[in-house]
């Protein structure tokens, strides 16, 4: 199977990833304890119910180290499934195998964890217009990784970095003098998104006179989103971010917010449930 994102390369993660385990005197406990020609039948399986993202990530750590290993993707990158649920199945050579296996599991329980949170928070907000996007709160590194997890769970990448769109917030501000006159600034440049973080009511109208293309509403309450997006009045998309939890995002998209950003989808997924249980062929 073919895995490619941009601004990411799969060969050099997996590299550095088995590098990390491996160091200059590899898996001696699979030299020592496994002989070289053993072979073993493994079946990756959920304990939780999720909504699954980089098993072709874990694929690539096995072909990595056993190139005709033979493996079958039992579902796929974004399918939600039950506990219970076999995922992979595979039978290559033992050592290689078990050496993997580690670093296969780690990407793969933590990109489905993040997967499965966004999924919650979509699932939440479903028929109420709002689009769910995720923020740069990633972990250094993984980036392209965690951000294509969430996009299988079913949210909105926002900016891939700072070179996207201009986001001015409250230090920009700060050290421009006023909202109006740091998206003069941006709009001078030539700067064609510009991102503006409001934390007030009577920032809407500067903002959007000097040229401001979206509207991040910082912190606000419900009823004061609601009272911000009628101001706004459809000039502009709005986006409802900071403190959004999943017990509170439903009354924040029925606020009429065109997005709805969630740091910890990225921040604070905990890890799925995920194992490799294998068995002598």
């Not at 073993?40 to 874990?58: E, H």
Request: no cysteine.
């Amino acid at each position: 199977m073919t895995f490619t994102l941009d601004r990411f390369d799969l060969p050099a993660f997996i590299a550095s990833t088995l590098s990390e385990d491996l160091s200059e005197a590899g898996d001696i406990t699979s030299a020592a304890v496994i002989p070289a020609d053993a072979t073993f039948a493994g079946v990756m399986d959920t304990r939780d119910a999720v909504t699954v993202a980089g098993l072709p990530l874990a694929e690539a750590f096995f072909r990595a180290l056993d190139p005709d290993v033979k493996i079958e993707l039992l579902v796929r990158d974004g399918d939600s499934v039950p506990a219970g649920t076999d995922l992979i199945r595979l039978t290559g050579k033992a050592r290689a195998m078990l050496t993997a296996e580690r670093s296969a599991l780690n990407t793969v329980q933590h990109l489905t964890g993040i997967a499965t949170m966004t999924r919650q928070y979509v699932d939440r907000i479903a028929g109420t217009g709002a689009t769910l996007l995720d923020t740069r709160k990633t972990i250094p590194g993984l980036r392209a990784l965690e951000k294509y997890a969430t996009r299988m769970g079913g949210a909105t990448n926002h900016r891939m970095g700072l070179w996207d769109a201009a986001m001015i917030k409250d230090n920009h501000v700060a050290v421009a003098g006023s909202v109006g006159e740091a998206v003069r600034r941006a709009v001078a440049a030539g700067i064609e998104r510009i991102i503006v973080e409001i934390d007030r009511i009577d920032q809407i109208e500067p903002a959007l006179a000097a040229g401001a293309t979206h509207l991040l509403l910082d912190n606000m309450e419900p009823a004061t989103l609601r009272g911000a997006v009628m101001l706004v009045g459809g000039r502009v998309p709005t986006e409802a971010s900071g403190g959004v939890r999943l017990d509170t995002i439903r009354a924040i998209a029925d606020t009429g917010v065109t997005y709805i950003s969630v740091g910890r989808l990225t921040q604070s997924a905990p890890a799925a449930d995920i194992g490799l249980d294998f068995a002598s062929t």
